[in-house]
């Protein structure tokens, strides 16, 4: 019975660690699958949205809609809002996330040794009450 209960505990407080990287750039990213491919994605608390790239959805065929409003591009454009519009299955880090920004990135990732498909923002790390554990690069989410 003691033993059951502190399963029980043990399986409630479980959490999932996903590996980070801290690239040359200076970036901190971490792997996922998209469609069994491995990509990056940038880790970046200071953005308050998550975003994926627009070249990416386009050569994927992945469905976006146009959103009401608009919001400063990572290079400081002004954009109009264009939202990621289906389900993607992402396997790792950012599984089960799908309020996506589309963003070009292309100039973020120009002569960029790590190419990232997209960007795990605040609103992510929020409400997901993830740590990052910069000391272990580690991201931890619990379940």
Excluded at 48 to 53: G, K
Excluded at 73 to 85: K, N, P, S
Aim: charged share 20%.
């Amino acid at each position: 019975m003691r033993a059951t209960l502190l399963l029980m505990l043990a399986l409630a407080g479980a959490t999932a660690e996903y590996p980070l990287t801290i690239t040359a750039d200076r970036d901190l990213v971490a792997t996922a699958a998209i469609a069994g491919a491995n990509v990056l994605f940038l880790i970046d608390t200071g953005s308050n949205a998550s975003v994926i790239d627009q070249a990416y959805c386009a050569k994927r065929n992945l469905a976006t809609k146009a959103g009401r409003g608009s919001t400063t591009g990572i290079h400081g454009e002004r954009q109009g809002l264009v939202l990621l519009a289906e389900h993607l299955a992402i396997v790792g880090v950012g599984s089960g996330w799908n309020d996506f920004l589309v963003v070009d990135l292309g100039r973020r990732n120009r002569g960029s040794e790590h190419a990232v498909v997209g960007l795990l923002g605040a609103d992510y790390l929020l409400a997901r009450k993830a740590v990052v554990d910069l000391g272990r690069l580690v991201l931890t989410i619990p379940d």
